[in-house]
């Protein structure tokens, strides 16, 4: 059966996991009795509720006689390092745009990685049942992107595909009369445009994970593709290491890919993308070669971290109420099998209660700690700091391209928040009264501006940044909050009594009835110092009447601090307490007295 490999490349929210999922359902690889309602490529928990797609994901379909193999890849910049790999894997992409949207920072980013691996393109412009769609312009920004990053002239005539993943409708022409149900377009493009796999089935063997799997049953599972020969279950191969050694083994498992399923196979040969079992630490980019038979493949590139943080086992006085895992063996027992899967991330030992934990963004960590916090653990988490390099006696730092769609009314106060955040802009465009910034900023000057951002813009600003470079690095002093914080003295339940008296000096994060300790944040102070308060004291009751008064109380409600608010927001001297049930904010040092000492020292 002929092949073809193709990965589906994207923005965040372009709609590729949804075109996967359609095209899947009209290829004729289910039976018509299966009930595919439920069934979606974002498999994980997490990648349901967000809308957004953690780790790449494989699948294939059987059509007029190929098999297809689909990459669904992720979007965010945070899992970049995926994406360029999987280029090793395929010989075609889907470039998925949205209609309105046009080229977003990924858009950028994914196509460069595919055009430097020499992967042959076809765009999807998605979502053209938009009214806002705009599906000649889009094509024409897609056009200048493709002229701007260099591809080859002949790959200036890509092909063009109009669709709507959300209708399962698709056609050749930006005329929407045209749309027809189903993806067979799409499909036969795909089988005519892009390339069958290079390889020959009587070569020795290579083969190279590109991406790490793991179970609990047969450990470490590298996915990829053969490049040459043939690789058998029970097979006894070599694996050329990393560091130039060589560990003999056996094929415990061959794993394939169709629809929704992996499924145990016998062989694997030139061409296919297959999973394998059997070696307990079987790493991304090393090469599986035929016993005494070596030829290893280039090495892959994996991209280094960028951000670091502390996790250590929660020190608040209520530890162990909500969780069931807290202890600093479990930890890290949990932190090293992430490590199995996840070749971005990086753990050393700080001290025996705590660990540094470098990854690629603060998606990248949260989602880590929010996976975590659902398994029952209790921890608590430091702010994010940037890892900066040495280069030549010069310290380095990295640095991100940012864009920014706001509406012109915030535009003055964002320009100058990042002003003094070391951003440089490089482009402002004016377009329906929304306004496109583009700008090149230290990582450091990013954390905590999210939120920061969210609040000036009201929440009609879209923010979307990607790693750029490493730079000399600047004096510009960023990254901390510069606005203090409400800190509770007391143990109990906080009142509205004593909450509705505080009002005035802030922002509340809790409601009454939320129990606090000495040294927890509880609001946000409307001045640059912290402050600390009383919000457990009710009120003096000094006749019967009174008694009830409590209840009249009217307050604002407080401000939700969901998981990445909370890290944004931190300062170095606090914590996020992470547990199941609660997300917590509190000073690194809870005594008032001993902060206060500490404070008047610095």
């Not at 910049?77 to 990924?106: C, H, K, S, W």
């Not at 049953?217 to 060589?246: A, P």
Request: charged share 30%.
């Amino acid at each position: 059966m002929e092949k073809r490999n193709v990965a589906i490349i994207a923005h965040v929210d372009h709609g590729k996991t949804t075109l996967v999922d359609e095209i899947l359902k009209t290829s004729g690889t289910f039976r018509e009795n299966e009930d595919l309602s439920n069934e979606t490529m974002d498999s994980n928990q997490l990648e349901r509720e967000r809308g957004i797609t953690i780790l790449a994901k494989t699948t294939a379909i059987n059509y007029k006689g190929y098999r297809i193999n689909i990459l669904d890849t992720p979007g965010h910049a945070d899992f970049g390092g995926e994406v360029e790999r999987i280029m090793n894997m395929v010989d075609g992409v889907l470039l998925v745009v949205d209609a309105y949207e046009g080229t977003m920072p990924q858009t950028r980013f994914v196509l460069k990685k595919a055009l430097e691996a020499h992967v042959k393109p076809i765009v999807v412009i998605n979502k053209v049942d938009k009214e806002s769609a705009r599906c000649k312009e889009v094509v024409d920004e897609v056009l200048d992107l493709f002229i701007d990053l260099g591809a080859d002239e002949d790959w200036l005539d890509f092909k063009v595909v109009y669709a709507s993943a959300l209708n399962g409708t698709c056609s050749l022409s930006d005329d929407l009369s045209t749309q027809t149900p189903g993806f067979t377009e799409l499909l036969d493009l795909i089988v005519s445009e892009i390339p069958s796999p290079q390889g020959d089935v009587n070569k020795d063997l290579q083969f190279q994970p590109a991406l790490l799997d793991y179970n609990d049953y047969v450990g470490r599972i590298g996915i990829g593709r053969v490049h040459n020969g043939k690789i058998k279950v029970g097979q006894m191969v070599d694996c050329l290491r990393l560091d130039g050694s060589v560990k003999q083994f056996r094929v415990q498992k061959l794993f394939g890919y169709l629809g929704y399923k992996r499924i145990e196979i016998e062989e694997a040969e030139a061409g296919d993308i297959c999973a394998v079992a059997g070696l307990m630490d079987i790493s991304v980019g090393e090469t599986l070669c035929e016993v005494g038979k070596h030829n290893p493949l280039p090495i892959l590139h994996i991209d280094e971290p960028t951000l670091q943080m502390t996790f250590g086992v929660n020190t608040s006085p209520f530890v162990g109420r909500e969780g069931k895992l807290l202890t600093a063996r479990k930890i890290e027992e949990r932190l090293m099998k992430e490590l199995q899967r996840d070749v971005s991330l990086r753990v050393e030992p700080n001290d025996s209660e705590s660990w540094i934990v470098s990854g690629r963004g603060e998606l990248h960590l949260g989602i880590l700690i929010e996976n975590m916090r659902r398994e029952g653990f209790e921890l608590q988490v430091s702010k994010p700091a940037v890892i900066i390099k040495e280069e030549n006696g010069e310290k380095l730092e990295p640095y991100e391209e940012l864009m920014l769609d706001v509406p012109e009314e915030s535009v003055g106060t964002i320009i100058e928040q990042l002003g003094t955040r070391g951003a440089i802009m490089e482009s402002m465009n004016n377009f329906n009264g929304q306004v496109k910034l583009i700008y090149t900023i230290p990582s450091r000057g990013l954390i905590g501006f999210t939120t920061n951002f969210l609040t000036l813009t009201k929440g009609y600003g879209i923010i979307n940044h990607t790693f750029k470079e490493y730079r000399k690095m600047t004096n510009v002093d960023v990254g901390e909050r510069s606005i203090g914080v409400l800190v509770s003295i007391e143990n109990g339940k906080s009142t509205a009594y004593a909450l509705g008296g505080l009002e005035d000096r802030g922002v509340m994060f809790i409601e009454p009835g939320t129990e606090v300790y000495e040294g927890m944040i509880v609001g946000e102070h409307n001045r640059d110092n912290d402050l600390a308060v009383n919000v457990v004291k009710g009120k003096q009751l000094t006749n019967m009447r009174a008694a009830g008064s409590d209840k009249t109380v009217v307050l604002k409600r407080p401000r939700p601090m969901p998981l990445e608010t909370a890290i944004d927001y931190i300062n170095s001297d606090e914590y996020v307490e992470v547990t199941p049930l609660n997300i917590r904010l509190r000073k690194k040092i809870l005594n008032t007295e001993q902060r206060k000492k500490m404070d008047a020292k610095n």
